[in-house]
DNA sequence: GCATTAAATGAAAATTACTTTCATCTACTA
DNA sequence: TAGTAGATGAAAGTAATTTTCATTTAATGC
């Protein structure tokens, strides 16, 4: 069902990759974490494990994770682009918590009928999709309780 | 219904911005493109009717912009941002060419029930949503009738 | 119209995120 | 265990954006 650090490693020696000290560490840090990082972040937990990794691995690395489809990245408006571990291989999106980062996905988007309509209105042939949602998770939730009465979406 | 230049303008104004010809010239780039622009390709077409502006005053211009609701951000999968004058004031998402850049706008996303859901099933406090659909307008749709065979999505 | 002034501008430098280059190293294969 | 293709990291390079600051100018009041 979800994808694990072993099958990864799997993976990538079945694509002829080389599994590299460097290469385990970064898997390590985004197997572990439930947030989306961003490429400088996975460099700091990962240089702990492993001191002497370079920024330029880091990166290295996440494009062949994306290429290999291993890693999702989140968009959150327009900023850098951070990236999470694809714990399920199928069609989903995240639910993003814009304070801590905690993602969880869902599947079930719903959005064909929409899609179909809007393909029918417009012409457009339609390719692919993006959907977020972004708000707080139960416990930053309840560590800002004034944040509750805002509900508001950007309109 | 739809926000016209002249509303920029009178808005402005009564913000208590400045109205110089440059601004002037960043509005009318926008006000007259279907599509989403870079910060670049917007200074392009700026400097063809001023010469002389510089680039920084087309990101000061658009972060003004933003700030006051004129412009929406396309996302498009973690590049960079580019522009869109916000031609309908209330909730909508786009549909974006992913060949010329032309964005139609839609209301009625439908994702209320979804939302709920999820917010149901997770705990979490949804403050706001992320859609975009990306795919080929009419004219490109023409004009590279094989593209018409791919369907898929990102899975 | 004309002086005043706060805000806006643009050149240049600084910053940030990322990519490329290249000499060295190392995980894997035979 | 040697050979080798592929991986690494330092350093340089690139691109996008922001900051700084001296100069200019749009709007206001006279």
Redesign the interface.
Known sequence: METTLEEMVAALKREGYKLTPQRRAVLRVIALSQSHLTPAIIYQRAHRTHPGIGLVTIYRTLNMLHELGFIC?V????HR?SYLFRRIP??HHH?V??DCGTV?N?TH??LDS??RR??EE?????????????????KC?KQMPE??F??????
Not at 150 to 155: A, D, I, P, S, Y
């Open positions: 990245e968009c959150g408006e327009g682009p199928q069609h639910l918590c814009s969880v869902f988007c719903n929409l899609e809007l393909s417009t012409g457009f042939l339609i390719q692919e999709h993006l959907l977020e949602f972004h708000g707080l998770c139960p939730r944040q509750n805002f509900l508001g979406g950007k309109g």
